[in-house]
T-cell receptor, first 113, second 111 residues
Framework: DTEVTQTPKHLVMGMTNKKSLKCEQH?????MYWYKQKAKKPPELMFVYSYEKLSINESVPSRFSPECPNSSLLNLHLHALQPEDSALYLC????????????FGEGSRLTVL | SQQGEEDPQALSIQEGENATMNCSYKTSINNLQWYRQNSGRGLVHLILIRSNEREKHSGRLRVTLDTSKKSSSLLITASRAADTASYFCATDGNNFNKFYFGSGTKLNVKP
């Protein structure tokens, strides 16, 4: 199984809502990532988890809260977002210990009204 | 972008022609990778070249790396309409598990 599964595929939320994006992989990868991608732009790194511990936070606003409950799951909790946070949120995983390929999910398209 | 630039930003060619896209990056690296993204979808890994390699081939793909110039190129030979997508280079900034993407090249292959 070389898949990274993201849910939901589409999410519309108001600025006062609380929602979560979910990501799951069963490849035994111990590094997991959240990227944000605006239209016609490259993916921008947000967070990296290594062995279920947050290792990189690219100065992301606190209204985005990542969580890694176990080695297969990665969540992104969303609260009090702004319309400019509307984007495609991509989850990825990779093996740790050496720089290797990233396996991406299909993304969750978020619209903040 | 967080790490580098690609050119051209957009490229339109006929089926059967070759497509070349270039990537420049800012910091030293362990390796450089190329990814493909169909519109609004996830990214798919194409090829990885390590910092001590100069050229690598995979099927119709040829990648070169010049670490002295901090640049790489991706050549797709005998392009097909199905190659239409955006192509991104990604580097690790000499930091394991910290991947940054270039600005991307949007390739359109006309049948």
């Amino acid at each position: 199984d070389t898949e990274v599964t993201q849910t939901p595929k589409h999410l519309v939320m108001g600025m006062t809502n609380k929602k979560s994006l979910k990501c799951e992989q069963h490849m035994g990868h111990r590094a997991m990532y959240w990227y944000k991608q605006k239209a016609k732009k490259p993916p921008e790194l947000m967070f990296v988890y290594s062995y279920e511990k947050l290792s990189i936070n690219e100065s992301v606003p606190s209204r985005f809260s990542p969580e890694c409950p176990n080695s297969s799951l990665l969540n992104l909790h969303l609260h009090a977002l702004q319309p400019e946070d509307s984007a495609l949120y991509l989850c990825a995983s990779s093996q740790t210990g050496s720089t290797g390929e990233l396996f991406f999910g299909e993304g969750s398209r978020l619209t903040v009204l | 972008s967080q790490q580098g630039e690609e050119d051209p930003q957009a490229l339109s060619i006929q089926e059967g022609e070759n497509a070349t896209m270039n990537c420049s990056y800012k910091t030293s690296i362990n390796n450089l990778q190329w990814y493909r993204q169909n519109s609004g979808r996830g990214l798919v890994h194409l090829i990885l070249i390590r910092s001590n390699e100069r050229e690598k081939h995979s099927g119709r793909l040829r990648v070169t790396l010049d670490t002295s110039k901090k640049s790489s190129s991706l050549l797709i030979t005998a392009s097909r309409a199905a190659d239409t997508a955006s192509y991104f280079c990604a580097t690790d900034g000499n930091n394991f598990n910290k991947f940054y993407f270039g600005s991307g090249t949007k390739l359109n292959v006309k049948p």
